[in-house]
């Protein structure tokens, strides 16, 4: 399919035909294509844990206020964010591992580290790990789609309660819960503003 008209097919899907089931592969095979999304300093903070047991479904949906999307879906992925994935010397043997940087750049690359991060503090923390683990998550999304999965991304959802029932680490930051499966009623219309009243262009 067009790659624009993949992207503005993607919609919100709150009804999944909860028979289906996606396979542990095709997931892996998901997220390996979603983890090419861009991050700060390529730090890669996000986790992910991905829910299929029926039983556990049931539990999730009555923290998400009883939306019925959560239980009929395929698999729940609560994508997290941990911060401490921007500590400096973690970024250092990340960049070395990949061969990103040799021994001799280490202290360049401390330096513009450093530099990245007394401009933008905040982005050590839980605003840093929203924004990288939510461009993580709309490349998921429309990845999904180009594996003929639907989603739906959720906040109006407890994720305190969720993270003790699934006994997550504390540090990880709840971001998401996406419900996928496959669709069983389509999406609503797009009603979007058009690109002109929210655009300046400087000539
Ligand atoms: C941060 C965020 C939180 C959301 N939380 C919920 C939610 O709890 N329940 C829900 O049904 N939809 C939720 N949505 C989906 C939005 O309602 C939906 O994306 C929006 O209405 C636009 O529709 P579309 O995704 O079909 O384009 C959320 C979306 C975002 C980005």
Same mark, same amino acid.
């Given at each position: 399919?067009?790659?624009?008209?993949?992207?503005?097919?993607?919609?919100?899907?709150?009804?999944?035909?909860?028979?289906?089931?996606?396979?542990?592969?095709?997931?892996?095979?998901?997220?390996?294509?979603?983890?090419?999304?861009?991050?700060?300093?390529?730090?890669?903070?996000?986790?992910?844990?991905?829910?299929?047991?029926?039983?556990?479904?049931?539990?999730?949906?009555?923290?998400?206020?009883?939306?019925?999307? $959560? &239980?009929?879906? #395929?698999?729940?992925?609560?994508?997290?964010?941990?911060?401490? !994935? @921007? %500590?400096?010397?973690?970024?250092?043997?990340?960049?070395?591992?990949?061969?990103?940087?040799?021994?001799?750049?280490?202290?360049?690359?401390?330096?513009?580290?450093?530099?990245?991060?007394?401009?933008?503090?905040?982005?050590?923390?839980?605003?840093?790990?929203?924004?990288? $683990? &939510?461009?993580? #998550?709309?490349?998921?999304?429309?990845?999904?789609?180009?594996? !003929? @999965? %639907?989603?739906?991304?959720?906040?109006?959802?407890?994720?305190?309660?969720?993270?003790?029932?699934?006994?997550?680490?504390?540090?990880?930051?709840?971001?998401?819960?996406?419900?996928?499966?496959?669709?069983?009623?389509?999406?609503?219309?797009?009603?979007?503003?058009?690109?002109?009243?929210?655009?300046?262009?400087?000539?």
């Amino acid at each position: 399919m067009n790659f624009l008209k993949q992207l503005d097919m993607r919609k919100s899907i709150r009804h999944f035909d909860s028979n289906y089931v996606i396979s542990d592969e095709e997931i892996i095979e998901i997220l390996n294509h979603a983890a090419n999304a861009p991050s700060s300093n390529n730090a890669q903070p996000w986790k992910v844990v991905v829910v299929k047991n029926k039983k556990l479904l049931v539990e999730l949906q009555k923290l998400s206020f009883n939306q019925e999307q $959560v &239980g009929q879906a #395929s698999a729940v992925f609560f994508i997290l964010g941990d911060k401490r !994935d @921007y %500590d400096i010397n973690r970024l250092i043997k990340s960049n070395l591992k990949y061969n990103l940087i040799h021994e001799s750049d280490i202290n360049d690359k401390r330096q513009r580290i450093k530099t990245y991060f007394s401009l933008h503090p905040e982005d050590k923390e839980a605003v840093g790990l929203r924004f990288d $683990v &939510g461009l993580f #998550s709309m490349n998921l999304m429309h990845v999904l789609r180009a594996f !003929d @999965y %639907d989603s739906v991304p959720m906040r109006g959802v407890d994720f305190a309660k969720i993270t003790t029932l699934l006994k997550l680490p504390n540090e990880w930051e709840p971001i998401l819960l996406l419900p996928v499966g496959k669709a069983s009623t389509i999406g609503h219309p797009h009603k979007r503003e058009p690109a002109k009243k929210f655009t300046t262009i400087m000539d």
